[in-house]
């Protein structure tokens, strides 16, 4: 019977039976210390659990926790506690331990579909939509037709399939379909600030990349009111500001993110960004030919047709030739940078691969691609074009 009593202790419903089991182990042995110790703690521990229920109704879910976990520690074996604690734990918005409380309670309760249920839907909040599939998919083993439990996993099972979609079109380098597909999501779950936060910085994400720079920065914008920690965000949305020639903006994003994490993206970009807007105020390739950064090359190739045409020395019909041929020298420069993916890099980077300085006097003819002549009357040029 002492060995019972022992174990009735681990519960917090058999306290009662636990108290009259240890007297009559004292009337049996009066000088047993170990039943006398135990037989102590019973009342103090039934009055912790009254103050913390007490402090749960007032919403002191801290003290609540520190009440709570002295009696867990005398019964280990009480799933009640367990949960009155993961809902405190909850109630404060710490998930993981609320989720530690939990998840043994599933085994220590047969069939225990309810505590499945609300795991899962503890993992899905906290935005680990993979988990919570599941454990939702236990809940259905125990029980097939469980109302709530299948409801919840058809939203569940929808989601995770979207997720996973959107990191592998983003491996691919699907970034228009990503934004489709982040959407989707967007309006499969709308409301959780842990999904919407990270579908946000996806969104973030596949919008910069795909050159939606407005896009871009309001849905990075949207990610860091939830999470103002987000760095890849906060990189996101730089890279965004600096395809809009937004050079200030992105640099203190840069910066921002390079104070929280010197390991992110940060220092690198923003001495990126620096490089730039000194280049920016030199010769911008982009500027001259009037695209945006992130345009394909059949828009540069277009653009450049046009200008070259206009600007073509020997077709201008306006007063100053020679400002014709600086201007055409330059839009000639511009489409060899931004045709060819190498210098285009370089240039991205904030290095011009024309300039002297930049390439360390490496040569540069600014009409390759088509042949020039000096001479002929007049001191005129004559040019002939190859486009590509």
């Not at 809940?139 to 439990?149: A, M, R, S, T, Y």
Request: proline share 4%; net charge neutral; hydrophobic share 30%.
């Amino acid at each position: 019977r002492h060995q019972r009593v022992r174990v009735l202790l681990k519960t917090r419903d058999d306290l009662e039976e636990a108290h009259i089991d240890f007297e009559w182990v004292l009337r049996l042995d009066p000088n047993n210390g170990e039943a006398h110790r135990a037989y102590m703690a019973i009342e103090p521990l039934k009055q912790d659990i009254r103050v913390a229920q007490e402090m749960i109704d007032d919403r002191n879910y801290v003290g609540a926790i520190e009440v709570l976990t002295r009696v867990i520690a005398e019964c280990p074996w009480d799933v009640t506690l367990r949960e009155m604690r993961a809902q405190c734990y909850e109630n404060l918005g710490d998930l993981i331990n609320a989720i530690t409380d939990l998840r043994p309670t599933t085994k220590m309760v047969p069939d225990n579909t309810a505590g499945f249920l609300k795991l899962s839907k503890l993992y899905y909040k906290m935005g680990d939509a993979d988990e919570s599939l599941n454990v939702i998919r236990e809940c259905l083993k125990l029980d097939p037709d469980h109302k709530d439990c299948f409801s919840h996993y058809k939203k569940v099972k929808k989601l995770a399939a979207q997720l996973r979609s959107i990191q592998e079109l983003i491996g691919q380098g699907s970034f228009d379909e990503c934004v489709d597909k982040g959407k989707a999501a967007l309006r499969t779950e709308p409301d959780v600030p842990q999904i919407v936060q990270h579908v946000k910085g996806r969104l973030c994400h596949c919008h910069s990349k795909a050159g939606h720079t407005r896009e871009a920065v309001d849905s990075c914008s949207d990610a860091l009111r939830l999470n103002p920690e987000d760095t890849r965000a906060l990189c996101d949305r730089a890279e965004a500001y600096l395809a809009d020639g937004q050079y200030d903006r992105a640099s203190q994003d840069f910066q921002q993110a390079a104070n929280m994490d010197e390991n992110s993206c940060g220092p690198e970009g923003l001495k990126r960004a620096q490089r730039m807007e000194k280049q920016s105020q030199k010769r911008d390739y982009y500027k001259i030919l009037g695209v945006k950064r992130t345009a394909q090359k059949r828009e540069i190739l277009k653009a450049y047709r046009k200008l070259a045409q206009k600007w073509h020395p020997d077709n201008y019909q306006g007063d100053s030739k020679k400002e014709a041929e600086k201007k055409f020298i330059d839009i000639a420069a511009a489409k060899e940078v931004l045709t060819d993916p190498e210098k285009r890099k370089q240039f991205d980077n904030g290095e011009d691969p024309l300039d002297p300085e930049s390439q360390q006097g490496k040569g540069f003819n600014p009409f390759q691609g088509f042949h020039s002549f000096g001479s002929g009357s007049g001191g005129g040029f004559t040019y002939k074009f190859v486009f590509n």
